[in-house]
């Protein structure tokens, strides 16, 4: 167990709704990181906040916004959806930025 | 932008045999780590590398850095079914750098 947590685990939708995935970082972790992972791209980093302010972004789509809350923990939420955005989505926390990460168990999004 | 490579992305092996990876950046790096991702699983932290040359051991997994720091390799000695998974590494280019990962090389060991 890392110690980050991910709700949903898994989540069907259709094409052109909306979705909320939602993490809760290790205790003590101020940094939390989205990534997307898809068969043929591996790890794509979405999205960084540090202690609740945006630190780095990433292959980010405009669909896409991200936030982390004064609790740090973390929300990615997801518009439009499209078939291609069907993918795992992980999130990860490390105490400071280029310290390893620890990942969540992913959400599993699949836009039908 | 950075670029970290890892060529190939699938490679299988019988068990017992030994397996080397490689992981080239773009760009001078300040640290590499390496990840595991068991299938079905998430990317689990490996090890981090820091300084030019220098070797660590976990087990049967020796990392090494390179030494202009631009490059990284995993060695597997006597692959077991409990090393399959994926490995990728991650370059970091200075402190409080952000994190780019390679695409990841799937290993399959067949018993």
């Known amino acids: 167990d890392s110690g980050v947590t991910q709700t949903p685990k898994h989540l069907i939708t259709a094409t052109g709704q909306r979705v909320t995935l939602r993490c809760s970082p290790r205790?003590?972790?101020?940094?939390v990181y989205w990534y997307q992972q898809s068969l043929d791209q591996g790890l794509q980093f979405l999205i960084q906040y540090y202690n609740g302010e945006e630190r780095a972004k990433g292959n980010i789509l405009e669909r896409f916004s991200a936030q982390q809350f004064p609790d740090l923990h973390s929300e990615l939420n997801l518009s439009s959806l499209e078939l291609g955005d069907s993918a795992l989505y992980f999130c990860?926390?490390?105490?400071?930025?280029?310290?390893?990460?620890?990942f969540g168990s992913g959400t599993q999004l699949s836009v039908l | 932008g950075q670029q970290v490579m890892q060529i190939p992305q699938y490679q299988h092996v019988q068990e017992g045999e030994d397996f080397t990876t490689y992981c080239n950046s773009s760009t001078t790096l300040s640290n590499i780590q390496w990840y595991k991702q068991r299938p079905g699983g998430h990317p689990v932290f490996l090890i981090q590398?820091?300084?030019?040359?220098e070797v660590k051991k976990q087990k049967r997994l020796t990392f090494q850095f390179g030494e202009a720091k631009k490059n990284s390799s995993l060695h597997i000695t006597a692959t077991q079914t409990t090393d399959v998974g994926t490995y990728f590494c991650?370059?970091?280019?200075?402190?409080?750098?952000?994190?780019?990962f390679g695409k990841g090389i799937t290993l399959s060991v067949r018993p």
């Open positions: 990860a926390s490390s105490v400071v930025d280029g310290e390893k990460l620890f």
């Open positions: 205790s003590g972790d101020l940094s």
């Open positions: 991650a370059g970091g280019t200075g402190a409080n750098s952000k994190l780019t």
């Open positions: 590398l820091v300084k030019s040359g």
